[in-house]
Nanobody
Framework: QVQLGESGGGLVQAGGSLRLSCAAS??????YGWFRQAPGKEREFVAA????????YYADSVQGRFTISRDNAKNTVYLQMNLLKPEDTAVYYC?????????????????WGQGTQVTVSS
């Protein structure tokens, strides 16, 4: 059984940085993504990475500020978030797919973590 566990969320001032981690157990999956959901809004795509090769894909709103990466030895995916803005405030979710694909549609992902809160103060 696959389990995804996020960590690293918290409260930070605008302009600051946070690094989220997503530890996967059970098996190595083919692609991972980060999504976020702010109160009253739909869940939105943030970034994705292919486990083999490390190809990445970002939402326009975070391009140049966020970096997704993975550590093969730890079976962990990271989201480094720099230059944070108040509009980045949301619950951030890690997701994973059984098959390869850098996809922004949340319905294309097979497994989800429980989420971690990120709050950016102005």
């Amino acid at each position: 059984q696959v389990q995804l566990g996020e960590s690293g969320g918290g409260l930070v001032q605008a302009g600051g940085s946070l690094r989220l981690s997503c530890a996967a157990s059970g098996r190595t999956l083919s692609s991972y993504g980060w999504f976020r959901q702010a109160p009253g809004k739909e869940r939105e795509f943030v970034a994705a990475i292919r486990w083999s090769g490390g190809s990445t894909y970002y939402a326009d709103s975070v391009q140049g500020r966020f970096t997704i990466s993975r550590d093969n030895a730890k079976n962990t995916v990271y989201l480094q978030m720099n230059l944070l803005k108040p509009e980045d405030t949301a619950v951030y979710y890690c997701a994973a797919r059984l098959t390869y694909g850098l996809l922004r549609n949340s319905r294309e992902y097979d497994y989800w973590g429980q989420g971690t809160q990120v709050t950016v103060s102005s």
